[in-house]
């Protein structure tokens, strides 16, 4: 058996990657795997990314998540960070994507 031992930060989410959802207003927002992520933090706000923008923050278990409610015809900003107990986050590049 091996000894529990701290985790610590976990690496950057790398390739994030918009698909368009089946409803208009939605959006799927996946990355590639993170080792030892015990779940994923998916951000989305409306473009541009200002200092004023507001992130809404949307945490799942899986590496892709639908992200709903969106408004068909503005472009949005999406960000993912892999995450365990460590409270920091290492957010990925930002992607923008058009949503229908």
Same mark, same amino acid.
């Given at each position: ?25 939605s ?5 590639d ?6 779940? *994923?933090? +998916?951000?989305?706000?409306? #473009? ?5 923008? =507001? &992130?809404?923050? @949307?945490?799942? $278990? ?11 015809g503005?472009? *949005?900003? +999406?960000?993912?960070?892999? #995450? ?5 986050? =290492? &957010?990925?590049? @930002?992607?923008? $994507?058009?949503?229908?």
């Amino acid at each position: 058996h091996k000894k529990a031992a701290k985790v610590g930060q976990l690496d950057k989410a790398m390739n994030v990657k918009i698909k368009l959802g089946y409803k208009h207003g939605s959006a799927w927002v996946s990355c590639d795997v993170v080792d030892r992520a015990l779940f *994923y933090v +998916f951000e989305y706000c409306e #473009a541009p990314l200002t200092a004023d923008s =507001v &992130w809404i923050q @949307v945490t799942g $278990s899986k590496r892709k998540m639908l992200i709903e409610g969106l408004t068909s015809g503005k472009q *949005y900003c +999406f960000r993912v960070a892999a #995450a365990r107990t460590h409270p920091s986050r =290492v &957010w990925s590049e @930002v992607v923008k $994507s058009y949503v229908i």
